[in-house]
């Protein structure tokens, strides 16, 4: 069975390039006319894997194109999510597989609410890839990445293809605890890096905003009903900025290169759950409206 992949980004690509070389059948989907036309010029999708670079002349088609697809996986940005699969609906097979690799929370509900016929998988991942050019994706670092179904505990059988590719990964029976974790690590992380202007392990330098922020996620967490989550989130917090010193987060390369960021599926979501379970967070709350003006100054989506 074929792999459609929409989102040619870091993570998409680097599923593509080690999916496509181990035998699996790949398609790239990109989301226009003159994105296909500078891939076509580009020959592919390059991988650099410790120094060495590999091309996969993978194939790619446009949204609108009429083959059906059968496994998608979406690995655009979460404000992507849900305008992207509404375009790709038509074309669902049925029993379609989607793997929602998407950062935050939010955007998978959304995505789900869109194709209530398809199953809907979501995914979190701490793999370490980052573009050093168009279709170029250079792999940084070994991670894991966990999947799950909120609505049907069984694995599906093509996760011995991603064992194949080399694709670290476990299947989770709580998968909600796994995306809580990951939002509430860059919720405490990211928007203070953008805020300062610096990379991860310059945090270090402000270790009592970080121990706020991460007091007031676990009580989060604690209300929400993620318990698990929310154990020694401030020792995690404390080694993920340690093991990442020295790279800029995603939310602060977005804002460096004046892009769109995740604000809404990250601070935004965690502040309206605060919200709903009438839990006062001032520090989060606070950061939340710092953030949001300092993209509005920047002329950036601040929501």
């Known amino acids: 069975m074929s792999w459609h992949i929409l989102g040619a980004g870091s993570l998409g690509s680097l599923w593509a390039a080690r999916l496509a070389r181990c035998g699996e059948d790949v398609t790239l989907i990109l989301r226009n006319a003159a994105r296909l036309q500078a891939y076509q010029q580009a020959g592919g999708l390059t991988l650099v894997e410790q120094g060495q670079a590999q091309l996969h002349a993978l194939p790619a088609q446009l949204p609108d194109d009429e083959q059906p697809i059968q496994r998608l996986l979406l690995a655009c940005k979460a404000y992507d999510a849900a305008p992207a699969v509404a375009s790709l609906a038509p074309r669902l097979a049925s029993g379609a597989e989607l793997i929602l690799l998407q950062n935050g929370l939010g955007s998978q509900d959304e995505v789900a609410r869109l194709v209530p016929q398809a199953r809907c998988i979501f995914a979190s991942s701490t793999e370490g890839a980052f573009r050093q050019a168009d279709f170029q994706v250079v792999f940084a670092g070994h991670g894991h990445t966990w ?28 998968i909600h605890s796994r995306l809580w974790r990951k939002l509430a690590l860059n919720c405490a992380i990211n928007p203070l890096t953008v805020l300062h202007d610096c990379r991860n392990g310059e945090l270090r330098e402000h270790p009592a905003e970080v121990a706020n922020l991460c007091a007031e996620l676990t009580e989060l967490l604690q209300r929400c009903g993620q318990s698990s989550a929310a154990e020694n989130l401030h020792g995690e917090v404390q080694r993920v900025i340690q093991a990442t010193a020295a790279n800029y987060s995603s939310m602060h390369q977005d804002v460096q290169h004046r892009r769109r960021s995740e604000i809404a599926y990250l601070l935004g979501y965690a502040c309206q759950a605060a919200k709903r379970h009438d839990l006062a967070l001032p520090h989060l709350q606070a950061l939340h409206q710092r953030l949001q003006g300092h993209l509005q100054a920047r002329g950036l989506p601040s929501h």
């Open 147 to 174: 999947l799950g179904d909120p609505l049907r505990p069984q694995p599906p059988a093509w996760l011995d293809a991603l064992h194949t590719a080399g694709i670290a990964h476990d299947w989770s029976l709580d």
